[in-house]
């Protein structure tokens, strides 16, 4: 069956690396069949701001005002604003989510974060129960796509910024794997501003190379929800056990105080 | 000679414990004669995206625009918007930065990020040579204090949410430290929405505490950048020599392919 994919895009200019990064997947997905949808989020003068006016309405408690209480009981009575329910139905529309921005601060950029925050509403893309690999999007498959300001060197193990890997975890594991997403290896774009055009041009050609086989690739791994106990969300001692003489951690974050697995965040099969 | 603070501030209520630490910290440090200048960002309607808007007058390349040069370029000649340079004023003057917010999907709420992406301009807050230790603001110090919705023993090396060493990596080094702060140890208010008036309460007075002897607090300890080659920015070889036989690696992100310094990212000293 065709896949249905969406691409949250943030970049302001049409005419920059990241935009010719989006291009080039809407092109070849679409030519294998997929049906891409694009939230063009600087475009779409999209609120990044989570505030009381994404409620319709009144809310239940104004004088103590929780965002993530109060989008939740919008969410089950139809009143999040009309801006957030269009996102979370092309969301739940889609096979595949790839999230293409340029990394600012390490991290996503301010209009980004803002999809994040007001879209993956508590109760929509997550709850108590349903979170990590028994996740409400257990069945979709997501990935972040970037370019850096930084040399790949740089955030390597030794390098100034530090193992990419821990910079990748509070977002692929705590924003992406939280909510159930199988992830797809990050497609890092490193430093295109630095780069000489013959070398963005070649970065461009290999990933139309990789997309044409990115709905067949194995996710990154992480840790089964079923290996944590349910109160204390601890790892069970016979799991502990089982990798007591392992080399590595487990992941990025659960680490056991062994060194990290290398390319965890980067790799799938690590 | 007295100390001036400023308040970077994220909660949409006054009812709410963010809103509570807040008035803690400007009651406690303006009682020992500090200054303290609060920019609650949702009540000032403060602006998160980074866009053409944010300069004053015509960009250099309006067909490929890249905020991270055109800003530079604006901050060189005066002409960011107002509510940047404003903000930019502000931290001029102030010697500690407290960022007060609760913790959304394991990073800081979209319009601190806006605060972030959009204050901390190229040229103002960082340059190519002034980062890190040797970074533009490494007279003052800056600090993370904010509110969880897991509780702790979910960020341990063995919870489910990992490591919250890992977490914080990315915002302390590769924001803060980054732009050459010192800085201190984060204050981390576990689950007050889950917990019990009298905690919520104890949390507040050991954060009072804190506060008497906070501007006097040793700060996290990072690599001095002269361990670092000026070129591919990777740690001496000298340096990793010396580390060689040492059990932990130097830092959460400069780990060495060693198990991460415990705690390295929580207290001051490890």
Redesign the interface.
């Given at each position: 069956m065709a896949k249905k994919v969406l691409i949250v895009y943030a970049h302001?200019?049409s005419?920059?690396f990241n935009a010719a990064a989006k291009n080039a997947a809407v092109e070849v997905l679409t030519a294998q069949g997929c049906t891409v949808d694009v939230s063009d989020l600087?475009a779409m003068g999209?609120k990044?701001?989570?505030?009381?006016e994404d409620i319709k309405g009144e809310v239940k408690n104004a004088?103590?005002?929780?965002?993530?209480e109060e989008s939740k009981l919008a969410w089950e009575q139809g009143k999040l604003s009309a801006d957030i329910m269009e996102e979370q139905s092309k969301l739940t529309e889609a096979d595949l989510i790839i999230f293409q921005f340029p990394m600012?601060?390490?991290?996503?950029?301010?209009?980004l974060?803002?999809w994040?925050?007001?879209v993956?509403t508590n109760g929509f893309a997550f709850s108590q129960e349903k979170r990590?690999s028994q996740g409400i999007f257990k069945d979709k498959k997501a990935m972040l796509s970037f370019t850096t300001?930084s040399?790949e060197?740089?955030f390597?193990?030794?390098?100034?910024?530090?193992?990419m890997n821990?910079?990748l975890?509070?977002?692929q594991?705590?924003?992406l794997h939280?909510c159930g997403f199988q992830v797809l290896a990050p497609q890092v774009f490193w430093a295109p501003?630095s780069a000489v055009a013959e070398d963005c041009k070649s970065m461009l050609e290999s990933w139309r190379t990789r997309l044409q086989g990115l709905l067949e690739e194995k996710p990154l791994s992480f840790i089964s929800?079923d290996c944590?106990d349910d109160k204390?969300?601890?790892?069970k001692p016979e799991v502990?056990e089982k990798h007591a003489s392992k080399e590595f951690?487990l992941?990025?974050?659960?680490?056991?105080?062994?060194?990290?697995p290398?390319h965890s965040q980067m790799k799938a099969g690590c």
């Open positions: 302001q200019s005419g920059s600087y999209f990044a701001t989570a505030t009381a004088e103590n005002f929780c965002y993530l600012y601060w390490f991290s996503v950029p301010a209009i974060k803002g994040i925050d007001r993956l990590y300001g040399l060197s740089m390597s193990p030794t390098g100034i910024n530090g193992d821990v910079t975890w509070p977002l594991n705590g924003i939280y501003s929800l944590f204390a969300f601890q790892l502990q951690g992941t990025v974050g659960i680490h056991l105080n062994k060194p990290l290398p």
